[in-house]
Every structure is written in C-alpha cells, then in structure tokens.
C-alpha cells in the first residue's frame, strides 16, 4: 500500500484482550476480522469493512503492562528519512524501522509531545482505502483524525516538518481555543484543538457509521461509555467521542436517523 507522502495509510488497536475487542468492534462498526496469518507466531488479524475494504490491525498490545488504544500509520517516501526529521523536530523512535516481506518498511515514532505514530512505505503499489476523505467515504472507513495538543502551534510545526502538512483553515470553539483544519496536500485529513477541561492530549480517530444513534445503543450494551456527543458538525452528520470498554477512546461520525 503506497499513498502520498503525509496521508493515512493504516489504523491499529492494541488490544489487552483480543477476542474481546473483536467482538466488540465487529458489533460496534460491523466490521470483519479475521487472522492475518503473514506473520509467523504473532496473533494479527485484518479489520475490514462490510464490502472487504481493509481498514486496520488488531493485535495484542505488545506491552503487557500498557493501555489498550488506537495508532495509525502515516505514509511516507522514505522511511529512514522521516526518522532523521522525526528526531531532528524534538520527536523520538520508539521502534526501529523494520521490512515486513509483502508489506513495506515502517518504525514507530513519537511526536515532540511524546505521541506515538507509525510511518511506513508500503511494498505494493495499490493505495490504502483505510481513510478516505468525504465525499468518498462508507460506513467503517476511517474518515477523521484528530490530535487533541497543549500546543498547536508546535504540534502542527512539527508534522509540517515531518509529513508536510499545513493548516490554512480554523474554526473557533470561543473561550476554548480553535479547531484547526489539517492537509496533507489538497485533502483535509483531520484537525488539532487544544486540551478542553477533563481531556487529554494524544490522537482520536473517526469510522464513519450509518446512524449514530444505532451506533451509541450498541456501544453502550456492549459496555462502552459515550464521552461526548452526539454533536453536529458540517455536512448534515453527527460526531461522537467514546470509550470502548477497556477505556480506549474511538470516535464515529454519521447521520441520526432517529
């Protein structure tokens, strides 16, 4: 999977239990998951949504005594080269870069703030369809990703630097701060804001639903908490922060049909 350079190009889920978060995201989103079986003695399956579209990695986390959570990917031209940035901007390797035959080169990185990312360059030509960007997205699809910061303006200095980025484009949240639009290139991407009272910093990503009020009912019965939400954003959808029932936040945006 190869996409332009500072475009997402693959989520994953560091899962304490995962069976368990599974079941939970296959009812959540009516995601497929099943075993990748590329790679020898590791318990890695493949998240795709309902019509096949690959989306993301689920795994145990690697870390026993860490978190569950979300990461994604970043695609890149040179992975040796983004590292070298990476450090050079205030950011640190977290893991060495390393070739997975028939998937690409990739390392994980961390942001001057201490965000963790991965970079990659993927093997095959065909790109991911994991993000998509509206008006092409479907339900499962990542479309959103949000990196909540106690300093935008270094957060955004840093991945321009890295990835190329840029931000022309804000909207204000009044008292709160601004809500700053992200591209990579001509597409937007996501966004950074500022740490709102009882948040906290670090990157929140967004699957597209078809109704978010179906969405929030299976969520709770399955033990995930709403944060905040629904609330309205442009183009006629509804937006939701919530927490699966090990406490990693995931979001998910789509119309109210109810």
Known sequence: MRNPHGTPIWYEYHAI??????????????WQIAPSGDVEGMDYRIVSTADGEGVAGLMRRPDPSGRAGWLF????????AAIAAAQAAGGALLMPAVDMEGVGRMALLAD????????MRGAMDQP?????APPET?????????????DQDGALAFYARLLGWSQERSMSMGPLGEYRFVDAGSTCIGAT?????????????????????AAIERLTAMGG?????PDPIPSEAFSVVAADPDGARIGFVGPRRT
Do not use: H
């Open 225 to 229: 908490t709403v944060l905040q939400g």
């Open 73 to 80: 990917y970043i695609g890149v031209d040179d992975v040796d």
């Open 128 to 132: 991911s369809r994991a993000f998509a």
């Open 17 to 30: 239990d995962a069976d368990r978060a599974q079941a939970f995201y296959e009812r959540l989103f009516g």
């Open 138 to 150: 479907r339900p499962g699809q990542m479309v959103w990703n949000e990196l909540t910061t106690a």
């Open 112 to 119: 001057a703030e201490g965000q963790p990312f991965y970079v």
């Open 193 to 213: 804001m500022p740490v709102l009272p009882k948040g906290a910093p670090g990157w929140l990503f967004y699957a597209e639903v078809a109704d978010v009020d």
